[in-house]
């Protein structure tokens, strides 16, 4: 899990999971892993043991749960959501938050409905306006956090009321909207799924990837003078993902495959990855994330950085209204209602974003998304009301805060030590 600047402690830790890793190759990697478990850097283990633990349990209660056909629609149901928690992650960087997400993803879904099918206008303009009036409206409360200091929990509780009205003002007496079943956006989030040679391609090149970024980190190391990791190490990493890839690629084709829309909300969080651990910009999240003070001592602009991050928050908002839109083929008053803020939030959290700031990764939001609509879907096949769903999800979002907190305290008395 991308982290924070490190304390010279925690630098020192690090320095010795290296050595660790050069000196005994695979065994070294195991004992430092251990001991960064030890020292209360969790990263994504607990996550992973949960939703390993869930789909056990709900596989024993129903057969059906991990088959092919459940896991393409567990998959599916997790792209909209999920992409509007990619936004929440950023925010909760910051140590910030945002509790109109649902609200935005319903106004751009109102745009899209109304401006589609009444006004006529092309679909491809429609879906950039539904995605610019998101990012307005995040570039908004950024203005009002970083000009006039208002708390973002006020601010976007604002919103939240705020744009549930411009969403009913927009609908008009339209209580729902039907987008045509021919449209491109809805035969791209119903019906379009990767040829299996094209799923494989792709497990292929992620591998690759995961090699190349190891390698040049090595590279760049051994050219800087510095200790670089174990070769065996690299390999192991990218060809587990591989096998891994591959399996579950070969699994979903005996069904409908990998579906198109599932696919770009994981490109969104790879790119957004990419981004937080490769780039000047993602660094600075992080460091204003742990302080900001400290931050804007060192030259980081951090309103703008400020900025920047709700503008991204709210236009992942729009767009995963857009893609809820798209997979029901219709818009309503209650599009981006109901519990939509509150997964979004919930699958930030329980993927392992602290709301401390300054901790955490894009790809919380896909192991936080996978574990409520596991919930949810498990419970569904059931034959369980969403009372149980709202109890079961409220604990786990419950436990991983409490699991944060405690591998918070121990990471800071590690490092006063």
Same mark, same amino acid.
């Given at each position: ?31 430092a ?7 209360? /850097? ?66 751009a ?26 990012? @307005? ?13 208002v ?21 008009g ?10 449209? #491109? ?6 019906q ?15 591998? @690759?990837?995961?090699? #190349?970024s ?33 399996i ?24 957004m ?36 991050v ?6 992942f ?5 857009? @893609?809820? &839109? ?8 209650g599009?981006?209602?109901? /519990?939509?803020? @509150?997964?979004?939030?919930?699958a ?16 919380? &939001? ?19 009301d ?17 699991? /944060?907190?405690?591998?918070?305290r ?8």
């Amino acid at each position: 899990m991308t982290k924070a600047p490190e304390t010279p402690a925690q630098v020192a830790a690090d320095l010795q999971d290296e050595r660790l890793i050069r000196e005994q190759g695979l065994g070294g990697a195991v004992r430092a892993f251990g001991r960064r478990v030890r020292g209360g /850097d969790l990263g994504s283990l607990p996550v992973v043991v949960g939703l390993i633990v869930i789909w056990v349990v709900f596989q024993i209660l129903n057969p059906n749960f991990l088959s092919a056909n459940n896991l393409v629609n567990l998959t599916l149901q997790c792209a909209a959501i999920g992409t509007i928690s990619i936004g929440i992650v950023l925010v909760l960087l910051l140590g910030q938050i945002d509790l109109s997400v649902g609200s935005v993803s319903g106004v751009a879904a109102a745009i899209l409905g109304v401006g589609f099918t009444q006004l006529h206008w092309p679909l491809a303009l429609t879906v950039i306006v539904a995605i610019l009036a998101g990012s @307005l409206i995040g570039f908004l409360y950024g203005q009002l956090f970083t000009r006039f200091g208002v708390p973002s929990f006020v601010i976007t509780l604002a919103g939240l009321l705020g744009f549930l009205g411009v969403q009913l003002w927009i609908l008009g007496p339209n209580s729902s909207i039907n987008i045509p079943y021919d449209s #491109w956006i809805v035969n791209f989030a119903q019906q379009t799924f990767l040829p299996p040679w094209a799923a494989y391609a792709l497990a292929a090149i992620a591998a @690759l990837s995961m090699f #190349w970024s190891d390698w040049r980190r090595n590279v760049r190391r051994r050219n800087a003078g510095l200790s670089e990791g174990s070769m065996a190490v690299v390999l192991i990493k990218s060809g587990l993902l591989l096998i891994g890839l591959c399996i579950a690629v070969w699994y979903l084709s005996t069904d409908r495959g990998t579906g198109a829309m599932f696919l770009f909300f994981v490109i969104l969080v790879v790119i957004m990855n990419f981004f937080l651990t490769r780039t000047k910009w993602g660094r600075s999240v992080f460091a204003v994330g742990g302080s900001v003070e400290a931050a804007r001592r060192a030259g980081i602009k951090v309103n703008r950085i400020f900025i920047s991050v709700f503008v991204l928050c709210s236009t992942f908002a729009a767009i995963g209204g857009l @893609l809820a &839109a798209a997979r029901l083929a219709s818009v309503s008053a209650g599009s981006g209602g109901t /519990d939509t803020n @509150l997964n979004a939030i919930a699958a930030a959290v329980i993927g392992g974003t602290s709301l401390f700031g300054g901790r955490g990764s894009a790809w919380s &939001a896909l192991l936080g998304i996978l574990v409520i609509q596991s919930i949810s879907n498990g419970l569904t096949l059931l034959n369980l009301d969403s009372s149980y769903r709202f109890m079961i999800t409220g604990a786990v979002l419950l436990l991983a805060v409490i699991i /944060d907190s405690l591998s918070r305290r121990s990471r800071e008395s590690h490092g006063q030590a």
